[in-house]
C-alpha cells in the first residue's frame, strides 16, 4: 500500500509538470485569450475535473506561471548583479536579463484587467505575498546601484522598470509596423534594437539617480 501511494503521488506531481510545460508553451505563441484549459486538458488527456484540480481556472494558471517566471528571475538578477555598475552598464544588464526571459515578457504584457475580475481577494493577497521576494531583490539591487537614494525613490525606480519591461513583448510587432508602413512609432533616429531602445529609455529615467 505505501509504495501505491508513492506511485500515485509520482502520477499526480509528474501530471502537474505536464500542465506547467504544456502551458509555458502555449503562453508563449497565443495570447492570454487564445488560451483554454478545455483544449489544454484534451491535450493532455487530462479529464476536465481532474485537471481542475490542478488549476480551478486560466487565471490561477496564468498567477502561477507569472509567478514562478518572476521569482526565477530574481534569483539571476541577484547572481548577476554583485556591486555597483557604471549607469549605462546597470541599464544596458536590467534589458538584457529580461530579454533572455521570453515567457516572462510575454505574462508580464497582459493587463491585469484581463483575469483580475475573476479571481477572489484572498487568491490576489495570496499571490502578492508569494511575489514579495521578487520585488525585494530588485530593491535590494537598485538600492545597491544608487545607494544615496531615498527608499521612496528607490520603489519609484523599481515601478519604472517593472512598467517599462511589461511593454517589450509589443515592442517587435510596432517596430515591423514602423517599418512596413514607414510610421515614427518610436521615433525617427530611434534604433531597432529593444536592447539598445529600452536600455536608452532607462539610463534617461535613471540619470538622476545617485
Same mark, same amino acid.
Given at each position: 500500500?505505501?509504495?501505491?501511494?508513492?506511485?500515485?503521488?509520482?502520477?499526480?506531481?509528474?501530471?502537474?509538470?505536464?500542465?506547467?510545460?504544456?502551458?509555458?508553451?502555449?503562453?508563449?505563441?497565443?495570447?492570454?485569450?487564445?488560451?483554454?484549459?478545455?483544449? !489544454?486538458?484534451?491535450?493532455?488527456?487530462?479529464?476536465? =475535473?481532474? $485537471?481542475? +484540480?490542478? %488549476?480551478?481556472?486560466?487565471?490561477?494558471? @496564468?498567477?502561477?506561471?507569472?509567478?514562478?517566471?518572476?521569482?526565477?528571475?530574481?534569483?539571476?538578477?541577484?547572481?548577476?548583479?554583485?556591486?555597483?555598475?557604471?549607469?549605462?552598464?546597470?541599464?544596458?544588464?536590467?534589458?538584457?536579463?529580461?530579454?533572455?526571459?521570453?515567457?516572462?515578457?510575454?505574462?508580464?504584457?497582459?493587463?491585469?484587467?484581463?483575469?483580475?475580475?475573476?479571481?477572489?481577494?484572498?487568491? !490576489?493577497?495570496?499571490?502578492?505575498?508569494?511575489?514579495? =521576494?521578487? $520585488?525585494? +531583490?530588485? %530593491?535590494?539591487?537598485?538600492?545597491?546601484? @544608487?545607494?544615496?537614494?531615498?527608499?521612496?525613490?528607490?520603489?519609484?525606480?523599481?515601478?519604472?522598470?517593472?512598467?517599462?519591461?511589461?511593454?517589450?513583448?509589443?515592442?517587435?510587432?510596432?517596430?515591423?509596423?514602423?517599418?512596413?508602413?514607414?510610421?515614427?512609432?518610436?521615433?525617427?533616429?530611434?534604433?531597432?534594437?529593444?536592447?539598445?531602445?529600452?536600455?536608452?529609455?532607462?539610463?534617461?529615467?535613471?540619470?538622476?539617480?545617485?
Amino acid at each position: 500500500m505505501p509504495q501505491k501511494r508513492a506511485r500515485s503521488q509520482e502520477v499526480i506531481e509528474q501530471r502537474y509538470q505536464d500542465i506547467l510545460n504544456a502551458a509555458r508553451k502555449l503562453f508563449l505563441v497565443k495570447s492570454y485569450d487564445q488560451i483554454s484549459l478545455v483544449s !489544454l486538458a484534451k491535450q493532455l488527456d487530462i479529464s476536465r =475535473p481532474s $485537471f481542475y +484540480t490542478y %488549476f480551478p481556472s486560466k487565471d490561477a494558471l @496564468f498567477l502561477h506561471l507569472l509567478k514562478e517566471e518572476g521569482l526565477d528571475f530574481a534569483v539571476e538578477m541577484q547572481n548577476h548583479f554583485k556591486s555597483p555598475l557604471l549607469l549605462e552598464d546597470f541599464c544596458k544588464d536590467l534589458i538584457e536579463l529580461v530579454l533572455n526571459k521570453p515567457l516572462f515578457m510575454k505574462l508580464l504584457s497582459v493587463p491585469f484587467t484581463n483575469f483580475h475580475c475573476s479571481q477572489t481577494d484572498e487568491d !490576489l493577497l495570496q499571490f502578492r505575498a508569494e511575489v514579495k =521576494p521578487f $520585488f525585494k +531583490t530588485l %530593491f535590494q539591487i537598485f538600492k545597491q546601484q @544608487f545607494p544615496e537614494t531615498p527608499d521612496s525613490e528607490i520603489w519609484s525606480a523599481i515601478r519604472k522598470y517593472y512598467l517599462l519591461i511589461s511593454t517589450i513583448a509589443n515592442y517587435d510587432f510596432f517596430a515591423q509596423i514602423q517599418v512596413e508602413e514607414k510610421l515614427d512609432f518610436f521615433g525617427s533616429d530611434s534604433p531597432s534594437s529593444p536592447a539598445q531602445f529600452y536600455s536608452d529609455m532607462l539610463y534617461k529615467l535613471y540619470q538622476n539617480y545617485r
